[in-house]
């Protein structure tokens, strides 16, 4: 008789879209498998199709109300080739600065939102107060950082577009608009304060690190795999495939270049894409090595693992700091989190060079042209990791054909994989013969997910709102264990 049961997670919290988990054990007990499976299904790359391109900038945008930025700047960047133009220098260095900007935002969104709560109230803390209202109320100063951290990212793609989420600003061609002087002054007004609460974040997680969390860096997603994302001239940390961008890097985890300088239009040529009968969301791959070997990890992690230097001092610094704690390459996924840090470091640095920059304030924002190239290929570092869109177009400038490769895409088969491993590690046989099923030890398992902080649609869940229900089902559909939360 088949004996194997399975554990469902369900829904994932505290992260941004729909998704469940399902841990299948073995006839012995033991962790079989386990799958993150995305159950919602958003259909852009056809409803897309039939649309001008220079509408793909608003449309793509409404993929996420976290990462619109992303997708409107690589939409942009997609409409600029299907012009065959070079845009104006200020408008270049303008979309990097929202770029910057929604970097800082996303990543504060994820570590003290998101992520924090586990690290300092305690994997087993209630749930009804492990989120950002429990963190309120336990460290008042370190939330409400958090929160103008945020703020502060938020302020700048305003100041850059008009409003804070969808702002229909970047257009093929360039921007719509300049920054007027005096947004640029108060951005830099505020500076001081941004980098004060990410000094704070960084130096607290790094002691939670050295005192109460190593376990977790061995069991949360450790394992070597490849590593793939921009990188900039000089080996330079990058976010943007524009001037300055040496191309696509991948990366094995003994530090192996396996490719380098990899050209956006040529993303074909070393990525494939699987599907699975169990989740919406695909599964690219490196090509030639097939799905699992050739598998890879995009995003912060990834980023800090590819580039040799991010060149700014004080990211630099941290930047040495944690090749030291997690060597020249970083597996451990948990250190995902102190790299979002690091990245907020870095963009602050950056965005400060940036804000100096004269040339920035200059009118001058857009070129302008008809269709000159039917096929075209925008990339750019979204917070979580490497976007590709690819458009085929007609005569018109109307859509023929789209594929969109997202991050948290990327991403799959390394979450799959962490919440393999922590299932493995906590759910014993002998935890799964109690009378219940440990609250705290399946928040654990969704922990693994939030390393990567991924971004599965254009809503965001209330963080501790939503209802989990964990069932531990028999082979013949018996309930044999039951937990609800909300």
Same mark, same amino acid.
């Given at each position: 008789?088949?004996?194997? !049961?399975?554990?469902?997670?369900?829904?994932?919290?505290?992260?941004?879209?729909?998704?469940?988990?399902?841990?299948?054990?073995?006839?012995?007990?033991?962790?079989?498998?386990?799958?993150?499976?995305?159950?919602?299904?958003?259909?852009?790359?056809?409803?897309?199709?039939?649309?001008?391109?220079?509408?793909?900038?608003?449309?793509?945008?409404?993929?996420?109300?976290?990462?619109?930025?992303?997708?409107?700047?690589?939409?942009? !960047?997609?409409?600029?080739?299907?012009?065959?133009?070079?845009?104006?220098?200020?408008?270049?260095?303008?979309?990097?600065?929202?770029?910057?900007?929604?970097?800082?935002?996303?990543?504060?969104?994820?570590?003290?939102?998101?992520?924090?709560?586990?690290?300092?109230?305690?994997?087993?803390?209630?749930?009804?107060?492990?989120?950002?209202?429990?963190?309120?109320?336990?460290?008042?100063?370190?939330?409400?950082?958090?929160?103008?951290?945020?703020?502060?990212?938020?302020?700048?793609?305003?100041?850059?577009?008009?409003?804070?989420?969808?702002?229909?600003?970047?257009?093929?061609?360039?921007?719509?608009?300049?920054?007027?002087?005096?947004?640029?002054?108060?951005?830099?007004?505020?500076?001081?304060?941004?980098?004060?609460?990410?000094?704070?974040?960084?130096?607290?997680?790094?002691?939670?690190?050295?005192?109460?969390?190593?376990?977790?860096?061995?069991?949360?997603?450790?394992?070597?795999?490849?590593?793939?994302?921009?990188?900039?001239?000089?080996?330079?940390?990058?976010?943007?495939?524009?001037?300055?961008?040496?191309?696509?890097?991948?990366?094995?985890?003994?530090?192996?270049?396996?490719?380098?300088?990899?050209?956006?239009?040529?993303?074909?040529?070393?990525?494939?894409?699987?599907?699975?009968?169990?989740?919406?969301?695909?599964?690219?791959?490196?090509?030639?090595?097939?799905?699992?070997?050739?598998?890879?990890?995009?995003?912060?992690?990834?980023?800090?693992?590819?580039?040799?230097?991010?060149?700014?001092?004080?990211?630099?610094?941290?930047?040495?700091?944690?090749?030291?704690?997690?060597?020249?390459?970083?597996?451990?996924?948990?250190?995902?989190?102190?790299?979002?840090?690091?990245?907020?470091?870095?963009?602050?640095?950056?965005?400060?060079?940036?804000?100096?920059?004269?040339?920035?304030?200059?009118?001058?924002?857009?070129?302008?042209?008809?269709?000159?190239?039917?096929?075209?290929?925008?990339?750019?570092?979204?917070? !979580?990791?490497?976007?590709?869109?690819?458009?085929?177009?007609?005569?018109?400038?109307?859509?023929?054909?789209?594929?969109?490769?997202?991050?948290?895409?990327?991403?799959?088969?390394?979450?799959?994989?962490?919440?393999?491993?922590?299932?493995?590690?906590?759910?014993?046989?002998?935890?799964?013969?109690?009378?219940?099923?440990?609250?705290?030890?399946?928040?654990?398992?969704?922990?693994?997910?939030?390393?990567?902080?991924?971004?599965?649609?254009?809503?965001?869940?209330?963080?501790?709102?939503?209802?989990?229900?964990?069932?531990?089902?028999?082979?013949?559909?018996?309930?044999?264990?039951?937990?609800?939360?909300?």
């Amino acid at each position: 008789m088949n004996q194997h !049961r399975t554990i469902t997670i369900d829904p994932v919290t505290r992260i941004e879209g729909h998704a469940k988990i399902t841990i299948h054990l073995a006839e012995d007990g033991q962790v079989a498998d386990a799958r993150f499976h995305v159950s919602e299904y958003r259909g852009f790359e056809k409803f897309c199709e039939g649309r001008p391109f220079t509408e793909m900038a608003a449309i793509t945008a409404r993929i996420c109300g976290i990462c619109p930025v992303s997708h409107l700047l690589t939409a942009a !960047r997609t409409g600029d080739k299907i012009l065959a133009v070079q845009i104006p220098e200020a408008a270049e260095k303008l979309r990097r600065l929202m770029n910057l900007a929604q970097i800082i935002q996303s990543h504060a969104l994820s570590f003290f939102h998101l992520s924090s709560p586990d690290f300092l109230l305690g994997w087993d803390s209630d749930p009804q107060r492990r989120n950002i209202f429990g963190l309120i109320a336990a460290n008042p100063d370190l939330a409400r950082g958090g929160i103008r951290l945020r703020q502060f990212g938020q302020g700048v793609i305003e100041a850059l577009g008009g409003r804070k989420i969808h702002a229909a600003w970047a257009v093929p061609g360039g921007v719509r608009s300049p920054l007027s002087q005096d947004s640029r002054d108060q951005i830099l007004q505020a500076l001081p304060e941004a980098y004060a609460v990410t000094g704070q974040g960084l130096e607290l997680f790094k002691q939670l690190l050295d005192q109460h969390l190593r376990e977790e860096l061995r069991v949360f997603g450790d394992f070597p795999s490849l590593f793939l994302g921009l990188v900039g001239h000089g080996d330079r940390w990058e976010h943007s495939s524009g001037t300055g961008c040496l191309g696509l890097r991948v990366m094995d985890s003994d530090g192996h270049v396996l490719a380098d300088g990899v050209r956006e239009d040529d993303y074909a040529s070393v990525i494939s894409e699987a599907v699975e009968p169990w989740t919406y969301l695909k599964f690219p791959y490196l090509k030639g090595l097939g799905p699992e070997a050739g598998s890879y990890r995009v995003g912060p992690l990834a980023r800090l693992n590819l580039c040799e230097r991010i060149g700014s001092e004080r990211a630099d610094r941290e930047l040495e700091e944690f090749r030291h704690r997690g060597g020249r390459v970083v597996t451990a996924s948990f250190l995902n989190h102190l790299a979002r840090l690091i990245e907020v470091l870095a963009c602050l640095e950056q965005m400060e060079l940036l804000l100096h920059d004269p040339l920035l304030l200059d009118p001058h924002v857009r070129a302008r042209a008809e269709v000159n190239c039917r096929e075209a290929v925008g990339v750019s570092e979204a917070p !979580r990791g490497t976007l590709f869109h690819h458009y085929r177009v007609d005569d018109n400038g109307l859509i023929q054909q789209v594929n969109l490769i997202i991050a948290t895409g990327q991403n799959n088969r390394a979450m799959n994989r962490t919440i393999a491993q922590i299932a493995r590690h906590y759910l014993t046989p002998t935890e799964l013969a109690r009378p219940q099923l440990n609250e705290g030890l399946l928040n654990r398992i969704e922990a693994g997910i939030r390393c990567f902080d991924p971004c599965l649609s254009c809503s965001t869940h209330a963080a501790g709102s939503m209802p989990l229900q964990i069932q531990l089902i028999s082979a013949e559909g018996e309930l044999l264990k039951e937990v609800r939360r909300g």
